[in-house]
């Protein structure tokens, strides 16, 4: 199967291709950005390793029961990307995700978006 486009035609996988480098790329350009913003410190006491799927179980307990089942998704896309980005990145991430599950005016909206069956925006 190809996709035709005003130039010439191209093929699905070289498309494909052409998305996962472009996401690679600005994946890459955040981490950069982020190392600028957030120098590493030189002092960085260890702090105790858990797993992805102990921190998901930890936030489904923490979150409200309406919000719970999207916690996986959100876990699974941070662990999916976090390979190239820095680890005080990915902690960023997290917190961010944790403060949204836990801001009661999130909740309200998101139960707005819901009984309406429209997105959020």
Not at 46 to 68: H, K, V, Y
Request: aromatic share 6%; glycine share 4%; hydrophobic share 45%.
């Amino acid at each position: 199967m190809s996709v035709v486009n005003d130039n010439e035609v191209t093929s699905l996988g070289a498309t494909r291709l052409g998305l996962l480098v472009r996401r690679a790329l600005q994946l890459r350009e955040a981490a950069v950005q982020f190392e600028h913003d957030w120098p590493r410190l030189a002092n960085r006491p260890p702090m105790p390793g858990f797993a992805w799927t102990e921190l998901e179980r930890q936030l489904q307990d923490l979150a409200p029961d309406a919000l719970s089942p999207m916690v996986r998704d959100l876990i699974s896309a941070v662990r999916k990307e976090a390979g190239p980005k820095p680890p005080e990145m990915v902690l960023r991430e997290i917190l961010i995700i944790t403060a949204t599950l836990l801001d009661e005016a999130f909740h309200t909206k998101w139960h707005e978006a819901w009984a309406e069956g429209t997105t959020m925006s």
